[in-house]
């Protein structure tokens, strides 16, 4: 990507040759490698099996694919803040029985930080951006019950009353609209936790995330 180009304040004396600008562009130091598996079967092992051995062991390292690809989205989304700290939002908690639970709220602000850094929604259409969402933590958000919740947005006219068993579901494939998040949100439990959260001994932080994308 080019370095962003500062805005031109400085006026010119028409016919004037001035200074040229310089453009730079960011660079990013990368290896590429691969990750790969397999597995061994002897004759005897697949004429004596009761099952298909081959097809199930292939399932298998199917799931174990989908658990590398995740681990390895985590693991990029997880070191961003060592980029800029700003983007990792921590809620706050003094003990096991006094922490901060995820919120509509924090989800807005978290929308409008990505704004802020003019990235845009992937979804143009609904103007979303995308998620990811413990269920635990879907739970919390859709538990709340205070002013300008989701329940409490839905529950004001007669469209949004039927959209309430919508947003509570347990298919952890169907995307999920949190009404005026900003975001489609798929559910998983693969995220990262982070036990001892805050230092206290027996709570754990569960991580939610939001991206969207650049402008070319």
Known sequence: MYVPLAANTAQTTEGTVGSSITVSVLNTSATIGEYADYANFSSLSLATAIDNTVENVAREMAYRLGESLSALVRAT?????????SVLTQLAASSTTSFTTLSLTYIRNAVQSLAGRSVRPF?????????????????????DNSN??????????PQGYARLDEIISTDLTEVIEIPTSGVSFFQSNLVTTTSSYKSISGLTGIRTYQSGSLAA
């Open 148 to 157: 300008d919740s989701p329940i409490d947005i839905l529950k004001r006219t």
């Open 123 to 143: 979804d143009e259409a609904s103007k979303n951006f995308a998620g990811v969402i413990h269920p635990f933590s879907l739970g919390d958000v859709l538990a």
């Open 77 to 85: 989304a997880d070191g961003a803040n060592t980029v800029d700290s």
